[in-house]
């Protein structure tokens, strides 16, 4: 069945580093955009960034950029979310997310609505 199954998540003090993991299955997902979001406790789920099919474009939120860098091995089905100088307010469950099939750079693909597979999600908390 369509699946996206994330890993990697868990506990780090601020300015530390995390690198989550998304893996793919039941559909081609090479063929893709893929997103991640966060939710944190009370607040809505929010983007965080994207990947086009090809991994040749990505976009990011302004409180993230120049620390986050999404990646993608599609012969691995997996997109990957690395996180550096982690800080409290990063604290959220985060999501991995779908869209497709698409062939879109994707800029555009900032809302929830805008996927159709999501992942279960993984929690990252980061300590003061």
């Known amino acids: 069945q369509v699946q996206l199954v994330e890993s990697g998540g868990g506990l780090v003090q601020a300015g530390g580093s995390l690198r989550l993991s998304c893996t793919a299955s039941?559909?081609?997902?090479?063929?893709?955009?893929m997103g991640w979001f966060r939710q944190a406790p009370g607040k809505d789920r929010d983007f965080v960034t994207g990947?086009?099919?090809?991994?040749?474009?990505?976009y990011y939120e302004d409180s993230v950029k120049g620390r986050f860098t999404i990646s993608r091995d599609n012969a691995k089905n997996t997109v990957y979310l690395q996180m550096n100088s982690l800080k409290p307010e990063d604290t959220a469950v985060y999501y991995c997310?779908?869209?497709?099939?698409?062939?879109?750079?994707?800029?555009?693909?900032?809302?929830?609505?805008?996927?159709?597979?999501w992942g279960q999600g993984t929690q990252v908390t980061v300590s003061s």
């Open positions: 997310a779908a869209r497709g099939p698409t062939y879109s750079t994707g800029s555009g693909y900032t809302q929830p609505h805008d996927y159709n597979v």
């Open positions: 039941g559909f081609t997902f090479s063929t893709y955009y």
């Open positions: 990947i086009s099919y090809s991994g040749g474009s990505t």
